[in-house]
């Protein structure tokens, strides 16, 4: 018998070709494969990045759609402050229930100084208005933080803007649909529910809108 034919030389002669193709040719390819995975991972945080960019971009220019297309419906909407359609006063329809608060500076930046007093933001015109105030509320726990519910204050010294306001709800939206409630003050309001998905309150020297659950 040769010593070639031997079972230990023909082992280690099967062990040194295994291992040869081992490291020429296994490892070459595995570590061609790690650094492909190593240059993905380099470029995916760039190729994300892109990404969010053009979405927020795309949601910018929503939002700039959205509030050309309500401040033209107020321009376009009766001289009533109310519509069947909308439950937002005419004039103060740029901001709804559901927007995220950054539209507020947007928005009224230029006419109203803005206070922001966690869980809520003030907005106080610095030119009269039918509306003094309007305060923006907010969870303040919340990542997306969004308007949950709104409160106009007017000036009521004479009780004309609270008449004024109850006469054009009532025509809007119907005396049968109006009750009256006590508020969290132990006020009685007017309260007009399942108007288009929102309730909507009216006090003295107050209007409350908000969503139905």
Do not use: C
């Not at 297309?69 to 359609?85: A, K, M, Q, V």
């Not at 007017?154 to 709800?169: I, M, P």
Request: a neutral charge; aromatic letters at 10%.
């Amino acid at each position: 018998m040769s010593w070639k034919d031997h079972p230990l030389a023909v082992a280690a002669a099967t062990a040194a070709a295994t291992t040869a193709v081992f490291f020429t040719a296994i490892i070459p390819t595995w570590m061609k494969l790690k650094d492909n995975e190593i240059e993905t991972l380099k470029t995916e945080p760039t190729r994300l990045k892109s990404e969010l960019d053009d979405i927020r971009g795309q949601l910018q220019r929503t939002e700039a759609e959205n509030l050309k297309l309500r401040r033209d419906l107020d321009r376009l909407s009766p001289e009533s402050l109310f519509s069947i359609d909308d439950v937002y006063p005419r004039g103060f329809r740029s901001i709804r229930i559901g927007d995220r608060l950054d539209l507020l500076a947007k928005v009224y930046g230029s006419e109203a100084n803005l206070e922001d007093e966690d869980h809520w933001i003030s907005v106080k015109f610095r030119k009269p208005k039918l509306f003094s105030e309007i305060t923006y509320y907010y969870d303040a726990d919340a990542k997306l933080k969004t308007v949950t519910f709104i409160l106009f204050f007017f000036d009521n010294k004479n009780g004309r803007t609270f008449d004024l306001l109850k006469q054009q709800l009532i025509d809007r939206y119907g005396q049968s649909k109006m009750k009256e409630v006590k508020s969290s003050r132990h006020k009685i309001e007017l309260e007009w529910s399942g108007i288009n998905n929102h309730i909507i309150r009216l006090g003295d020297g107050t209007l409350h809108i908000e969503r139905s659950e």
